[in-house]
């Protein structure tokens, strides 16, 4: 199982910028991808990446996220600009075994996911 752990939640005001990472172990999975949850409503797919570096985005932060790979300690990104108060949930790293073409931002089959870090936007 591939240890997960989230960093860089917390609080902004609409319009503002937030970038939350995850070490990940082994960059040996096939997709490494970001969702999240809200109270009360679903957990939604928001960004993946596949191994080739290929990146799919759910339609509502397209344009406005960006989901990266980087050598330091082997981590995934998501640097989340123009936020808005509907982005406001818990938001978890994931790895998993593909990379779906459908919905947008979305790893299938996942291993691992991690505890969750929290991200409020403030209207």
């Known amino acids: 199982q591939v240890p997960l752990v989230e960093s860089g939640g917390g609080s902004v005001q609409a319009g503002g910028s937030l970038r939350l990472s995850c070490p990940v172990s082994t960059f040996s999975v096939s997709c490494l991808g970001w969702f999240r949850q809200a109270p009360g409503k679903e957990r939604e797919g928001v960004a993946a990446?596949?191994?080739?570096?290929?990146?799919t985005y759910a339609a509502a932060v397209q344009g406005r996220f960006t989901i990266s790979k980087g050598s330091a300690r082997n981590t995934v990104s998501l640097l989340m600009s123009s936020l808005e108060a509907e982005d406001s949930a818990v938001y978890y790293c994931?790895?998993?075994?593909?990379?779906?073409?459908?919905?947008?931002?979305?790893?299938?089959?996942?291993?691992?996911w991690g505890q969750g870090s929290l991200v409020t936007v403030g209207s």
């Open positions: 990446i596949a191994r080739d570096g290929t990146t």
């Open positions: 994931a790895a998993g075994r593909e990379l779906l073409a459908s919905p947008g931002g979305e790893c299938g089959a996942l291993d691992a």
